[in-house]
């Protein structure tokens, strides 16, 4: 068994300066818990601190080349913010975009950009989001310190490490991209924060030996990338693990199960990546093989057997995931909620007592939401943060400094409660909808019937994929819809109706689908009723469900990684329209009905 020993060699001396890390340590605690208690302060009274971000926003960026033409300067409050300013997508901000690429200065801040953050649109395309000093400083940082105050209160020690927590979402070092006027075009999990003179933002992690590979092995791309820093941190009495993006603990193991023969190896051997960096290490290298030998697998438990905490969004898809990782990761795990933002902006804040979700930050960015069921619409009619209702989801409409102005980020949340008079929210999907015959399913209301379904006929779900089809599949299964759930004319059961297809991947593969299909045909009953319907009249047949092994979903995050996303890209989706895709999980299909 792995003990606390093996890492004796390696966790006193490999990280520098065990004193400056001491320091370090202590300054970031009390920097997290400042910010933690600035934005807690904020949720008694959220219009007041909404109210100071529109002010603030207004007085920094009113006069700039977008604010002249919506008349910002002459705006007073957030009914005049709304009538001068219509929501926008992303995409819709290209032109100012273009102005400032093409060295026009002032277009969307009054500040000059340094950067700009990237990911990938919902129509497909590269999106550009302004990053500005100010932007840093009165809007993002303040939020990410705030997110890991339950890390700092819950586990004290980890910052008091350098190698002591594996940070598999930052990677500050990895190659970055370029706008074509000549600046860092890259995702928020790259922002060298030292560079940006923020020494204490340098996250958790991002200063152990595996941060910065060495120059030999600079211009690997994702997938090796991963591998390198796993095999160096294999090394390490890793205590804590930063995934944010779920998708990247669910493939923790799948990868180690890949490459276990390789690092004991390069361990045994002192190699990384096949060049001869560090001591060898047999004796570490024979303890983790006799491990593997008994499981036919090392997993993140058997390499540090001390983890005590995995950081990550803990909702959408990961909801159904993240109980069979526990196995995977030890009896010892505490699975806590990472702070909850996007490229556009912050989001929400972790807070005490709450295991999933967070606190609106209302000192932050300014923040309307249009109830989930309606189309976002450049007019549309918008709630702000103290008129939401528990229970309901919303589309998210963000503005602040940067220069965002009333964008649609196209995320859904949930409200799950309130702190003080601010909503606790949860991310519950993205933007999109299912619909053949009049239904608006949403990725939420799948995720919620399949849950049920899995409960109601003891069969969990780990995954799931899903889409429309516009008539009712491949000859000779139609006659399985017969026993469908709620009453319908026998028609429904015949090709030509369309009907919605699920891949699935069960904890465990039954024998017989039909339970689960038909209760997650009912299921979809309860949560839409214009799917209920559409089922009552006939004009869709029952759901066609596929039976996957787990793999099959690794394996599409795995081929995405090695033709070149970062891992931190490559999220869970439920709706998936790529046919290629369907066809590459299908071909793991055990079962169908």
């Not at 995702?187 to 060298?192: A, I, V």
């Not at 898809?317 to 526990?326: C, K, N, W």
């Not at 608006?440 to 049920?452: G, K, N, T």
């Amino acid at each position: 068994m792995t003990t606390e020993r093996s890492f004796a060699s390696s966790a006193g001396n490999a990280t520098g300066d065990a004193g400056a890390a001491a320091v370090r340590a202590e300054a970031y605690r009390r920097r997290v818990l400042l910010e933690s208690g600035k934005a807690l302060a904020s949720l008694d009274d959220p219009r007041a601190a909404q109210s100071s971000v529109l002010a603030e926003l207004l007085a920094t960026n009113g006069g700039t080349a977008f604010g002249r033409e919506h008349g910002l300067p002459a705006v007073r409050d957030a009914a005049g913010y709304r009538r001068a300013t219509p929501i926008r997508g992303h995409e819709e901000f290209r032109p100012w975009l273009e102005r400032v690429h093409a060295g026009e200065r002032q277009v969307l801040t009054s500040e000059e950009p340094t950067a700009f953050f990237a990911s990938s649109g919902t129509t497909g395309g590269e999106k550009s989001i302004p990053v500005t000093a100010g932007f840093l400083r009165r809007c993002f940082l303040p939020f990410y310190f705030a997110g890991f105050a339950q890390l700092v209160r819950h586990h004290p020690d980890l910052p008091a490490r350098d190698d002591a927590v594996l940070n598999l979402w930052q990677d500050p070092h990895s190659p970055t991209g370029r706008t074509s006027d000549g600046r860092p075009h890259l995702g928020p999990s790259q922002l060298d924060f030292a560079k940006a003179g923020e020494d204490l933002a340098v996250g958790l992690g991002n200063r152990a030996p595996w941060s910065r590979l060495p120059a030999e092995l600079g211009g690997a791309g994702p997938w090796e990338r991963a591998y390198l820093r796993l095999r160096m941190a294999a090394e390490h009495d890793v205590r804590g693990i930063i995934a944010v993006n779920p998708a990247i603990a669910a493939a923790l193991p799948h990868q180690l199960r890949e490459w276990w023969p390789r690092m004991v190896e390069e361990i045994r051997n002192g190699t990384v990546g096949g060049i001869p960096l560090r001591p060898p290490a047999p004796g570490r290298a024979a303890e983790l093989e006799r491990v593997a030998a008994r499981r036919g697998t090392l997993r993140p438990a058997d390499l540090w057997p001390r983890l005590e905490l995995l950081l990550t969004w803990n909702t959408y898809v990961s909801r159904l995931y993240l109980p069979a990782l526990r196995e995977e990761y030890g009896a010892g795990l505490r699975i806590r909620p990472a702070p909850i933002g996007s490229s556009e902006g912050p989001l929400a804040v972790p807070l005490a007592g709450r295991s999933s979700g967070g606190a609106l930050m209302v000192s932050g960015c300014l923040y309307e939401f249009i109830p989930a069921g309606d189309r976002i619409e450049p007019w549309s009619d918008t709630l702000e943060p103290h008129e939401l209702q528990e229970g309901e989801e919303y589309h998210v409409v963000v503005s602040h400094v940067g220069g965002l102005y009333r964008c649609a980020v196209r995320d859904i949340v949930r409200v799950v409660g309130f702190a003080g008079a601010t909503p606790i929210v949860e991310y519950s999907c993205r933007d999109g909808r299912v619909s053949e015959a009049g239904e608006r399913v949403r990725e939420s209301h799948v995720l919620r019937a399949v849950a049920a379904a899995g409960e109601t006929t003891g069969l969990p779900v780990q995954q799931v994929m899903y889409r429309a089809r516009p008539n009712a599949g491949p000859p000779g299964h139609q006659t399985a819809d017969t026993s469908a759930g709620p009453p319908q004319p026998e028609a429904a059961a015949f090709a030509g109706l369309p009907r919605h297809e699920a891949a699935v991947a069960f904890t465990a593969p039954p024998a017989d689908l039909t339970p689960f299909r038909d209760t997650l045909d009912q299921a979809l009953c309860r949560e839409e009723p214009g799917y209920a319907a559409a089922r009552r009249s006939g004009a869709l047949a029952a759901p066609l469900v596929h039976a996957v092994p787990v793999e099959a979903f690794w394996r599409e995050w795995r081929r995405r990684v090695e033709e070149g996303e970062r891992p931190t890209r490559v999220k869970d989706r439920v709706f998936r329209d790529d046919p290629a895709a369907w066809q590459r999980v299908l071909s793991f299909a055990g079962g169908r009905r």
